[in-house]
């Protein structure tokens, strides 16, 4: 269960602190587990004796969690705020990942991305002063970052970033061949013998699912040679409220309603895309870094082209960059000179048969995308660990507090009543539920 009250909470400190190996947490955003599960597992087995704390965005986070790993030993479970209120420092946390947001103040933290460089996005003033080290991809992610420090931080880097070349540990799996093609089709009970097209569009405003995005669904649809599989971004999980997440829609929702329609259609709705990027014959996207995931197995890709994302959205949110030829860098317009791009729906059926007919293959792509291919939860669990034998402390600019939890417990907990409250503990993970949502 999720331990929140501040009696639990003081007592995962207390016991924290007393333990023998310093722990490792790992924060967690909603969909986003497929980005940290591989290093979880492997860092799980290979060292045991050291506690892991599970930082969760909400109650939906930890019951993915508790699908993907329905029964571990020494794991602790807690929400992402009370981690961001400095409740624990680093005599109970030695080091902290996640793939979202930012690091934590007084604690190593090390960020690992959520996605190949698309958009623009991917880097920012705040992500850089919020994370001491960046686990990275591939050299097209570090030609991102140059660009970034090159054009927006005049060429200064910040002294305390340490840099890692480390992989992309969620493409591990497709890549060493995990999933079968005609397994993945069979359960979704799609003929194995059609082409698979995969429309996997950006969530973001401007992109090709808010534009045409039920447009492109239909026309798909309407060759019944092809199998269609649309998976939806981790974003549209939000709410409709969330109006920058999925523009006010459900997308679930009005996407189901073509498995009605269509016998050829099926919205795969797990977060994880890797089983359908192997079952794909095709990919259909727009400036989604799905792409790369696509292109590092050799598919072919077609993308729909989206001017606005640029000359709109992206200036909306970065008011102050000059873009200039940002839509010719594969970093920001999701590798497009790898595939094809048209500029409506229409134009799909045609250059889908001509990107399955197509014989050139980017022999070296693979190289520029990926560090350690198929091995990069090895680099990146041989790094952790170099990390924390090292008891490498952040060198980061403090930022202020207002309200020290740690000075509070050593008010309230000193340690040497250790044996006073020993009857306290209990084993953690016995009789976990599944929270209810109220």
């Not at 890797?274 to 598919?299: G, I, Q």
């Not at 409506?344 to 350690?372: C, D, F, G, V, W």
Request: glycine share 4%.
């Amino acid at each position: 269960m999720i331990q929140d009250s501040l009696f639990d909470l003081i007592v995962l400190k207390f016991k924290l602190r007393t333990s023998k190996n310093k722990a490792i947490a790992f924060g967690l955003y909603l969909g986003e587990i497929q980005f940290l599960k591989n290093i979880i597992s492997a860092w799980i087995d290979q060292m045991q004796n050291y506690p892991i704390v599970i930082a969760h965005e909400r109650e939906e986070t930890y019951e993915e969690f508790m699908q993907v790993f329905p029964s571990l030993k020494n794991v602790y479970h807690i929400y992402l705020c009370r981690l961001n209120q400095n409740i624990f420092s680093r005599k109970e946390i030695k080091l902290y990942m996640s793939s979202d947001a930012n690091g934590l103040q007084n604690i190593y933290s090390i960020y690992s991305f959520h996605g190949q460089p698309s958009k623009g996005l991917t880097f920012s003033r705040g992500k850089l002063d919020a994370y001491d080290a960046l686990f990275l991809y591939g050299p097209l992610q570090k030609e991102a970052l140059e660009h970034f420090v090159k054009t927006e931080l005049g060429n200064n880097k910040p002294d305390y970033l340490s840099l890692y070349e480390i992989g992309y540990t969620k493409s591990d799996d497709v890549i060493n061949g995990c999933w079968k093609r005609n397994e993945v089709l069979k359960s979704l009970e799609l003929p194995v013998n059609n082409s698979t097209v995969l429309y996997a569009p950006a969530f973001n405003k401007n992109a090709s699912l808010r534009n045409h995005g039920l447009e492109i669904i239909k026309e798909l649809c309407s060759n019944i040679n092809f199998n269609v599989i649309a998976k939806l971004p981790v974003d549209c999980l939000q709410p409709p409220e969330n109006e920058y997440a999925n523009g006010g829609v459900n997308w679930f929702i009005e996407l189901s309603k073509f498995e009605k329609k269509y016998v050829n259609f099926r919205l795969y709705k797990k977060n994880q895309i890797d089983p359908v990027l192997e079952a794909a014959d095709v990919l259909v996207t727009c400036v989604s870094s799905v792409s790369f995931e696509f292109l590092a197995l050799n598919k072919p890709v077609v993308f729909l082209n989206t001017p606005k994302f640029y000359s709109h959205y992206l200036k909306e949110l970065l008011p102050n960059t000059n873009m200039d030829g940002w839509e010719e860098l594969s970093f920001i317009n999701g590798g497009k000179e790898f595939g094809i791009v048209v500029d409506t729906p229409q134009q799909l059926e045609e250059a889908i048969y001509k990107s399955l007919h197509k014989q050139e293959k980017q022999s070296n792509l693979l190289e520029r995308l990926l560090y350690n291919p198929g091995k990069a939860t090895d680099a990146a669990i041989e790094q952790l660990k170099k990390i924390s034998m090292k008891n490498v402390i952040t060198s980061r600019p403090p930022m202020p507090t207002y309200f020290s939890f740690e000075r509070l417990y050593k008010q309230v907990i000193p340690l040497r009543t250790k044996s006073m409250i020993g009857f306290l503990f209990k084993e953690p993970n016995k009789g976990l539920k599944k929270p209810t949502n109220n």
